[in-house]
């Protein structure tokens, strides 16, 4: 049995079980869902152990021709890479799980359901190696997530919904034409239209280079979207501020982590030339999103809408790390987006337990929790340290890799993106560190807060294994480079950064160890 399609499968069939429960059995929905979530873990995990860090093609393939005339077909497989978005996923989603028992008082069902199909969308889109099935579970995505914010969201939950959905559509568009266009070139090589990625990326480097700009563009615009790059990053702060607090985990934990994976996979992988003709204007944008974020977080009254923003001005990092086009560079944004996926993640965590408890996100209706609250404000602390990129802590490492690769890219030539990149870390420390200082400390003015309780077993449950995993990555980094190391190598515009570099024996060469 093919362990990566029961990992993509389970979450499906999840899905359908909760939505034939009784709706009126609130318990059994929640550890039914929760159950499979962390089943699919351990089957990803159990998938890990078979995978060949030295080996950097895709492994555990599946191909299954599914529309012959247009060669699409069920194309499964994963590499490095891949590989760390699907660990990312499934340790994400029992910790989402479990934050929705308190959060979603209504339609628990519904809820569960469409939570399970969100998970499974976003475990296709990692693994797909077929450009008309990577489409179908990008869009597949958009249906959950829609209805998570939409229906189970604050007060603005409609517009916010609204507001993602338009933006990630007209995105997708781009993609699309992007992906029939290519499709269609690619005839004229392989003498038939596909959508099987391998062969369209043997063929994409080849293109000329007047089409690949716009081949280029197709994708980027989806993925950057996504991202969200500035200025394309409006529709965040609004979903990540009214959606319940597990939609925000996933949102970014795992979502945003799907534009990143793209840019990697497509655009750096299919169109060389393209993207590093492109490179400079993007990373100038990562650089103006870099300090942008941090610049509205700091001005920011609602914790949520704080955090929000420090994820645009963090992503920053990683498409920065991705348009350096070196193996540093790249390798550092991988590891940058697991590492953004486990701090924001508990940043998000953290407001969503205080929300639950007071029913307010305005840092002035606090102050003077780790009075009430000593065991939550270590969790805090640990989150908000790990945001800001303390030294042992997740946050670190990925920053530092990137800031590395985009000082010595010969593809950018200038160390002035690092300079003005740098400038977000101290402007992080100085909008987190006033968050939780006005939170956590002072007096206790408010009469409300007096009566907060300390977190629960539950709540333990979520913070203690984000913890954990903070401190693994900023310790031992190494465990999570060394899987992506192979791959990362092997992508076709990193080759050609080691060539022009280190001359063609240099392409042997792989990973940070350069």
């Not at 429960?21 to 078979?50: P, R």
């Not at 860090?53 to 699409?72: E, L, R, Y």
């Not at 002035?416 to 200082?437: D, E, K, P």
């Not at 007096?450 to 913070?463: C, G, N, Q, V, Y």
Request: charged content about 15%.
């Amino acid at each position: 049995m093919n362990l990566l399609l029961v990992t993509l499968l389970l979450p499906l069939a999840g899905s359908v079980i909760t939505m034939l429960l009784g709706k009126d059995n609130k318990a059994l929905i929640q550890k039914t869902a929760l159950g499979i979530s962390i089943v699919s873990f351990v089957i990803s995990i159990m998938l890990f152990m078979g995978f060949d860090m030295g080996d950097g093609g895709f492994q555990f393939v599946i191909d299954k021709t599914w529309i012959p005339m247009f060669d699409a077909g069920f194309r499964i497989g994963i590499d490095g890479m891949s590989m760390l978005m699907i660990l990312l996923t499934n340790f994400i989603m029992p910790i989402a799980l479990l934050s929705s028992f308190d959060s979603i008082k209504q339609r628990d069902k519904s809820y569960y359901a469409l939570v399970q199909l969100l998970h499974f969308g976003m475990l296709g889109v990692f693994m797909s190696l077929d450009l008309f099935l990577f489409y179908v579970f990008w869009e597949v995505i958009l249906i959950p997530m829609f209805f998570v914010i939409g229906v189970w969201g604050g007060k603005d939950r409609m517009y916010a919904s609204v507001k993602f959905f338009i933006y990630t559509v007209v995105g997708s568009l781009f993609m699309l034409v992007a992906i029939v266009w290519l499709a269609n070139y690619a005839a004229d090589f392989l003498g038939s239209f596909t959508t099987d990625y391998r062969k369209l990326a043997d063929i994409s480097k080849d293109i000329p280079m007047d089409i690949q700009k716009w081949l280029f563009l197709g994708f980027a615009l989806s993925f950057l979207i996504k991202v969200p790059l500035f200025p394309f990053h409006t529709w965040l702060p609004d979903a990540h501020t009214e959606a319940p607090t597990p939609g925000s985990v996933i949102l970014a934990g795992v979502l945003l982590k799907m534009g990143t994976y793209g840019l990697i996979r497509f655009n750096l992988g299919m169109f060389p030339e393209a993207s590093e003709y492109f490179s400079g204007v993007i990373s100038v944008l990562a650089v103006i999103g870099i300090i942008y974020g941090a610049v509205v977080a700091m001005v920011q009254p609602d914790m949520k809408r704080l955090v929000a923003y420090s994820s645009v001005s963090h992503m920053g990092f990683i498409v920065l790390g991705i348009f350096s086009m070196t193996t540093i560079g790249v390798q550092g944004a991988i590891l940058q987006m697991i590492a953004h996926g486990v701090a924001t993640g508990m940043l998000f965590l953290s407001v969503g337990v205080l929300y639950e408890r007071r029913h307010t996100r305005l840092i002035d209706d606090y102050g003077g929790v780790a009075r009430i609250m000593p065991k939550f404000t270590v969790f805090f602390a640990i989150a908000m340290f790990a945001s800001v990129g303390l030294p042992g802590l997740c946050g670190f490492v990925g920053e530092f890799l990137t800031l590395k690769g985009a000082f010595t890219s010969e593809v950018l030539g200038s160390y002035w993106y690092t300079v003005f990149a740098a400038s977000g870390v101290i402007f992080a420390a100085v909008y987190l560190l006033w968050m939780f200082r006005r939170v956590m400390f002072g007096e206790v003015d408010n009469e409300e807060n007096k009566t907060l309780t300390d977190i629960s077993p539950r709540e333990w449950a979520m913070f203690v294994p984000m913890v954990i995993m903070a401190v693994w990555i900023g310790v031992y980094s190494k465990s999570f480079t060394q899987i992506s190391e192979a791959s990362t190598a092997s992508i076709p515009s990193i080759q050609k950064s080691i060539e022009s570099t280190y001359g063609k024996e240099g392409v042997e060469l792989t990973g940070i160890e350069q």
